[in-house]
């Protein structure tokens, strides 16, 4: 269940605005100097003579790095995606990077996705590092991020940087940061280089670039991670040839990697939505294209009746999210939700890990604290931890650089259609989730069921979690403070009750404390970072989160129910009584 009423990107991560003291109209001024281009000059001088409302969005921040990166509007202006707000980021990577790595070579892999401008983008960050002395390995065409995060690792670079926006609308771009292990950056290395950013004035960015520094990757460096992905996301080729598939990549990158990948993991019956597989920063047939919903793979579903499918996958834009539509109880095509994929993947995986007696009790699985808590229970299970950070994927790349020497990773998600098997990519990799699932779906049809029907066994052994997402929008600078109230009377005033059970424990991650509401007692919580997050636990095991978005002007409340499943009849009705529960939980909170 998934009330989204729209989404665009903002961030939650924020930045010191370098001109308070100034108004909006001072700040564009700045922008018609002779630092900048003429096209840049002309565009902010007609701003400014039309009187236009996107002045205003345009300048009266500078962009933010929040769970996702730099991602926004592209246009003219510090609030904007662009050649100085680029350049700027790249200056500000670069003067860090030469400290940190001070008397090396410098390697940084550079990747971009289909968006508009994504490919000058990449050259253009790829001339501000060669103009520092940097060495960058630039991919000729589009590729997807988990493919650049492999990169970074394999060709052993200092860095990464992908130019994404995920999955948001076409007029946006985006900017993410991986450092040597492949990962997103985390603390201290993200508010370190933060500060190095913004102590970069625009006319300092070094944009004379040296080709002779660049080294073009591309179809040779797709075999390399493909191989990773087959050996480190199958363990068995049972039915393989039999499984009909229907993928599609929404006009993103993946129609680089993904068809490949399948064909060489042994699939033979593979149906591609052509019309989507042709890339395009348009996503010309579509109206959003997220794999998590629905209508962005209204024509794979429609294809799959055709070709009577048997498992469904799409990927958005950059490739790192998949969605996954197997036939449910009736027979019928239906969208997994991100908490559903990631238990039939993980249950499967350490399930094969146990049959091959490599699980030691030294091993752990990564999730976060809005994802489904079944990832606990699925961890007890088969004996391993279960780490659990902030929302996304670069804290659970975290986890793995800590426990490196010490404990061994094995797969991690979480709730928004994001999977990784092994640490050999340290960012969500559609990839080899893709490869591991249709493993499982071919397995299951082997065996005379259905991937829907191996979820529901799960369900049996462990019990049944359903979840619901609510995004409440609130765009511009009005937005984000009416985001921040809401915050402030969900902190100062919690729920007593939902859906008729007591909230019986409130945790503040802002504040890193939990209370006790029977007890009237406060403990402290220091193991994951401070973050403004509220959680709710009730009697009766619903949970919900509360978290403004990172890279969305969002307000986002996740609500968790649970119960027991003892046959697939049984599951048809608690899925019915569950779907009213969250009904009830978004009545109490006055999310209407």
């Known amino acids: 269940m998934n009330l989204d009423i729209e989404f665009l990107p903002s961030s939650s991560f924020p930045l010191p605005n370098l001109n308070t003291h100034m108004t909006t109209l001072e700040k564009a001024k700045l922008w018609l100097s002779d630092t900048f281009d003429k096209e840049t000059r002309d565009a902010v001088q007609t701003l400014i003579d039309s009187n ?8 009266y921040r500078e962009l933010e790095f929040g769970t996702g990166g730099m991602r ?25 990077m030469l400290q940190q790595f001070k008397g090396e070579e410098i390697k940084v892999a550079i990747a971009y996705d289909v968006r508009h ?12 590092l060669t103009a520092n002395g940097i060495k960058v390995l630039l991919f000729k065409d589009h590729r997807p991020t988990p493919e650049l995060s492999f990169t970074v690792r394999d060709k052993k670079c200092n860095g990464g940087i992908v130019l994404t ?34 102590s970069v004035k625009f006319e300092e960015i070094k944009f004379n670039g040296n080709d002779d520094l660049i080294e073009w990757i591309g179809e ?3 075999d390399v991670y493909i191989d990773a992905c087959i050996e480190n996301s199958t363990y068995q080729n049972v039915g393989k040839e039999n499984l ?9 990158t993946t129609y680089t990697t993904i068809p490949k990948a399948l064909e060489k993991a042994g699939f033979k019956k593979v149906d591609l939505v052509k019309e989507q597989m042709i890339p395009s920063g348009n996503f010309t047939t579509v109206e959003s294209p997220n794999p998590e919903e629905p209508a962005a793979l209204e024509m794979a579903m429609d294809l799959a009746r055709i070709t009577n499918a048997d498992i469904v996958i799409g990927t958005d834009p950059d490739g790192d999210r998949l969605g996954i539509a197997v036939r449910n109880l009736e027979g019928e095509m239906q969208l997994l939700n991100g908490n559903q994929t990631n238990t039939i993947l993980t249950y499967y995986i350490l399930n094969e890990w146990r049959k091959q007696g490599r699980i030691t009790g030294n091993e752990f699985i990564g999730s976060t604290i809005v994802t489904s808590d079944i990832f606990f229970d699925i961890a007890q299970k088969f004996g391993v931890e279960c780490k659990s950070g902030l929302t996304g994927f670069k804290w659970i790349g975290k986890m793995i650089r800590e426990a490196e020497g010490k404990q061994k990773f094995i797969c991690g998600g979480e709730e928004s259609f994001g999977f990784m098997t092994g640490d050999f990519v340290r960012d969500k990799d559609s990839c080899g989730s893709i490869l591991i699932a249709c493993e499982i779906a071919a397995w299951c049809k082997a065996n005379g069921r259905t991937m829907y029907q191996y979820m529901i066994e799960i369900y049996e052994d462990l019990g049944m979690y359903y979840e619901g997402l609510v995004n409440i929008v609130r765009k511009g600078k009005e937005g984000a403070e009416e985001i921040q109230n809401m915050m402030k009377n969900f902190r100062e005033n919690p729920p007593k009750e939902l859906a008729g059970s007591l909230v019986e424990e ?10 006790i509401v029977s007890k009237n007692e406060t403990k402290g919580m220091n193991e994951i970072p401070k973050s403004n ?9 619903t949970k919900v989160c509360v978290r403004p978005s990172g890279t969305e002007p969002k307000i986002k409340f996740y609500i968790s129910v649970k119960d027991t499943v003892t046959s697939e009849a049984d599951f048809t009705d608690k899925l019915k009584s569950l779907e009213a529960k969250i009904e009830e939980v978004r009545k109490d909170l006055k999310l209407d």
């Open 533 to 541: 997050v509220l959680i709710y636990y009730t009697q009766d095991g």
């Open 52 to 59: 236009s409302p996107d002045l205003e969005d345009s300048f």
């Open 72 to 96: 926004g509007v592209m246009g003219v202006g510090t609030n904007r995606l662009n050649k100085y707000t680029l350049g700027q980021a790249t200056q500000g990577l670069a003067n860090y």
């Open 165 to 198: 926006a995920s999955h948001n609308p076409p007029e946006y771009n985006g900017y993410k940061v991986y450092w040597n292990d492949g990962a997103q950056i985390v603390p201290p290395h993200d508010e370190a280089i933060i500060n190095e950013v913004y």
């Open 244 to 252: 009909n598939i229907v993928f599609t990549s929404i006009h993103g």
């Open 220 to 222: 040779e460096q797709d």
């Open 506 to 515: 409130v945790k503040d991650f802002k504040e890193q404390t939990s209370f």
């Open 117 to 128: 401008n994504s490919k000058e983008f990449g050259k253009l960050v790829a001339d501000v």
